[in-house]
């Protein structure tokens, strides 16, 4: 498959909304039930797909959490993923369901992260591929709260179904909280990937 073709499958595949309730209803103590929004928004159209995110709890009414931006490219020979933070984040809680207001996002809004530009690895497995977006060997992602430094350690599959298959897309989340302190994770995925499926799509949305 050539790379504009990866990076136009890989670009609708993450388009949507994304829950996991299968797995949380079959592991309720390690896995949260929750919907991750994934928009499509304007910046960097120029040469990237870039998206919109965050999650919201599907089981308590709460605002929704972890916005931030996912920013893919085709660059020479390879797609990869990068992850910005916003610099005012609360500011854009909930956005989502006011697409309108995404539009006026710049990149003035945005906070680059150390260590999170994530090489992407496709394979074909059977009827569907998988884009897996990993960070380099021992590369966490990091930044600064209130004087004090958060680690993250960032991943993710895509899994695209193929266009004549009935099978939903889907979405692994590996993403945990790292402490500096001893090294081991706080938060997030810690014990294996939350493995989303999509449920609406907004692939029609993409530039």
Same mark, same amino acid.
């Given at each position: ?10 670009? /609708? ?5 994304? /829950? ?40 308590? &009414? ?15 020979? $390879? ?8 610099? #005012? ?5 909930? &956005?989502?369901?006011?697409? #309108? ?6 990149? #003035? ?52 179904? $193929? ?45």
């Amino acid at each position: 498959m050539e790379l504009s073709e990866q990076f136009r499958q890989l670009s /609708q595949c993450l388009a949507g909304v994304f /829950q996991n309730r299968e797995q949380a209803l079959a592991d309720p103590v390690w896995f949260v039930h929750f919907k991750l929004w994934s928009y499509p928004i304007p910046l960097f159209a120029e040469d990237s797909a870039t998206f919109f995110l965050e999650q919201v709890s599907a089981t308590y &009414a709460q605002p929704p959490y972890r916005q931030r931006i996912l920013r893919v490219q085709a660059t020479a020979d $390879a797609l990869t993923a990068e992850y910005y933070a916003l610099k #005012e984040r609360l500011a854009w809680q909930g &956005a989502t369901q006011s697409p #309108e207001r995404l539009k006026t996002l710049t990149p #003035e809004h945005l906070q680059p992260l150390s260590g999170s530009r994530l090489p992407i690895t496709v394979y074909a497995e059977g009827s569907t591929t998988r884009f897996e977006a990993r960070q380099q060997a021992n590369e966490l992602c990091q930044f600064d709260v209130n004087g004090e430094v958060k680690l993250v350690k960032l991943a993710f599959d895509a899994i695209a179904p $193929a266009p004549s298959s009935t099978a939903s897309a889907a979405f692994w989340m590996y993403d945990k909280g790292i402490d500096p302190a001893t090294g081991k994770a706080t938060w997030g995925a810690k014990n294996g990937p939350f493995n989303l499926v999509k449920i609406q799509d907004f692939s029609a949305t993409l530039s």
